[in-house]
């Protein structure tokens, strides 16, 4: 079955831009977590959503947001952009999103802020 | 100090060795513990998932989880070069603000030399 997509792969933006990610999970999961990747802070959790509410946030300025439709599938948000939010984000999907479910990850989308 | 800390290396080792690699983490609440592997370019595929203390084989791997120290391991042997990666350990709790979401280690780089 296929795997979690995220798009668009790529990205590169300018500070003050802002940029919508997208998500779509395993057929079946409804639960969907984002996570930031930096060389310096690595993984760190953003966001996750659950048939359209978010469960839990991280500690990440509210220039961050996320939703999630009915179809499970999530986009995250993020406005006036900063050079520090230049990172890998993954998304991850799961059945119930309980800490007893396996999470599957997407390959991320590389953003970029110049 | 952070909830998890894993040496980042990284570490580099011929082929055959055996790979030792560790995490310690400060969360009582933590009651689920993983190690992901992820390749260049790639996002995190989940490896081995532990919930007792003790020990879980899988192969060439070995997680190792000791529960009293706050100490996880994981093992690799006969360690190959298609073993080059980083791998994260990766930790999760029960209910609470550590439910629905992992909290990483920074990962460790591998690097196995044919």
């Known amino acids: 079955k296929a795997g979690v997509t995220q798009t668009p792969r790529y990205l590169i933006k300018t500070r003050g831009q802002q940029v919508t990610l997208s998500c779509s999970p395993i057929?079946?999961?409804?639960?969907v977590s984002w996570y930031q990747q930096t060389p310096g802070q690595g993984l760190q959790f953003l966001f996750e959503?659950?048939?359209?509410?978010?469960?839990n946030k991280g500690n990440f300025p509210g220039r961050f947001s996320g939703r999630q439709f009915s179809n499970s599938r999530s986009e995250m948000n993020v406005s006036t952009l900063e050079l520090g939010d230049s990172a890998l984000y993954l998304c991850?999907?799961?059945?119930?999103?309980?800490?007893?479910?396996?999470?599957?990850f997407g390959p991320g989308t590389r953003l970029t802020v110049l | 100090q952070k909830e998890v800390e894993q040496d980042p290396g990284p570490l580099s080792v011929p082929e055959g060795a055996i790979v030792s690699l560790n995490c310690t983490y400060s969360n009582s609440a933590f009651q689920y513990f993983m190690w992901y592997r992820q390749y260049s370019r790639k996002g995190p595929e989940l490896l081995m998932y532990?919930?007792?203390?003790g020990n879980k084989e899988d192969g060439r791997f070995t997680a190792q989880v000791d529960k009293s120290s706050k100490y996880i391991s994981l093992f690799i042997r006969d360690s190959q070069p298609s073993d080059s990666a980083t791998y994260l350990c990766a930790m999760s709790g029960k209910s609470g603000g550590s439910n629905y979401k992992l909290t990483f280690g920074k990962g460790t780089l591998l690097t196995v030399n044919p």
């Open positions: 991850a999907s799961s059945f119930t999103g309980q800490s007893t479910d396996t999470q599957y």
């Open positions: 057929s079946g999961h409804r639960s």
């Open positions: 959503y659950f048939s359209e509410t978010q469960r």
């Open positions: 532990t919930y007792s203390s």
